[in-house]
């Protein structure tokens, strides 16, 4: 055996590193499952993630030993466990856009009495990361902290989707297409396109009847000062309520986006240079939103 000084060092091969990467996508897939909160079976999560029973578990065997989730030893079931509340705190510390919409949420909520939502994208996905709930006997109660919906099902996730760059627009609703269909059949390509189309033309997004029989929602992007769709501020309520007062709506949201965008752009100024065209962005997008 040749001196360890002249031994071949370990290498980590292509198919190693494909096998390595594989098991990060699927932990993550484990993972955004489990956001939307509560204790979950094996079987639930496996065919929510699209894997078999045995990943799963091995995936989740490794979180649980590594603090990621947590297992009751009676029921079985998983639910996300302290480690993610530390890396959530680290990342809030940082900046936590629920902070600088709140007001704007509280706004919403009182004047209107439905439930105001703040969204954010995550992928071809929206993420609901804050809710404050109406006074309105008739809620929207299938929004929650936590849950996910592909871009275009609901007004917020419609508004981020609408207000996206062009060419990542089309790629989203080239992986939307195969999506969509199975989960919401009323949701088509050209319904899509259709209130994108509108939503561009108006500065806000309205979309009812498709997602639950009879509610919908009212939504206007945030956008950050390079222009981009970086959040959603939606109004759920039921349809008739949504549609007897679009226009006080409409205007409500859009001028609390706008207040949003100005605290946005304040929060990440001390990280960023100075740059005029951002700040003519911003500005050409406050003028948009405050006409």
């Not at 302290?82 to 629920?98: C, I, K, Q, S, Y």
């Not at 996730?157 to 996206?164: C, I, Q, V």
């Not at 759920?236 to 226009?247: N, P, Q, V």
Request: with cysteine; glycine share 6%.
């Amino acid at each position: 055996m040749p001196p360890a000084a002249l031994r071949p060092k370990s290498v980590v091969t292509r198919d190693q590193q494909g096998a390595s990467t594989s098991s990060v996508e699927r932990a993550m897939r484990v993972l955004r499952v489990m956001s939307e909160g509560g204790s979950t079976r094996l079987t639930d999560i496996a065919a929510a993630a699209g894997l078999d029973k045995a990943t799963a578990l091995r995936l989740l065997d490794v979180m649980v030993r590594d603090g990621f989730v947590a297992r009751d030893a009676q029921s079985k079931q998983f639910s996300l466990g302290p480690e993610l509340m530390v890396l959530g705190a680290a990342a809030l510390r940082r900046f936590d856009p629920r902070q600088l919409a709140q007001p704007s949420l509280l706004r919403l909520t009182g004047t209107f009495e439905d439930s105001a939502v703040l969204s954010i994208p995550s992928g071809v996905e929206s993420l609901c990361i804050a809710v404050e709930e109406g006074t309105y006997p008739i809620r929207a109660n299938y929004l929650r902290v936590g849950s996910r919906r592909p871009l275009g099902a609901g007004a917020g996730s419609l508004a981020l989707l609408a207000f996206m760059p062009d060419a990542e627009r089309e790629a989203a609703l080239e992986i939307l297409a195969a999506q969509l269909p199975a989960r919401y059949p009323r949701i088509t390509m050209a319904l899509l396109h259709e209130r994108i189309a509108q939503a561009r033309e108006r500065g806000y997004v309205v979309l009812l009847d498709v997602v639950v029989e009879r509610m919908g929602g009212i939504a206007a992007p945030i956008f950050d000062p390079d222009g981009r769709p970086v959040a959603a501020l939606s109004i759920a309520a039921l349809s008739d309520r949504i549609l007897g007062r679009e226009a006080a709506l409409a205007q409500a949201l859009r001028r609390e986006s706008t207040v949003c965008q100005v605290r946005w752009a304040e929060a990440l100024r001390p990280d960023r240079a100075p740059q005029a065209p951002a700040a003519a962005t911003t500005t050409r997008r406050t003028k948009a939103a405050a006409a």
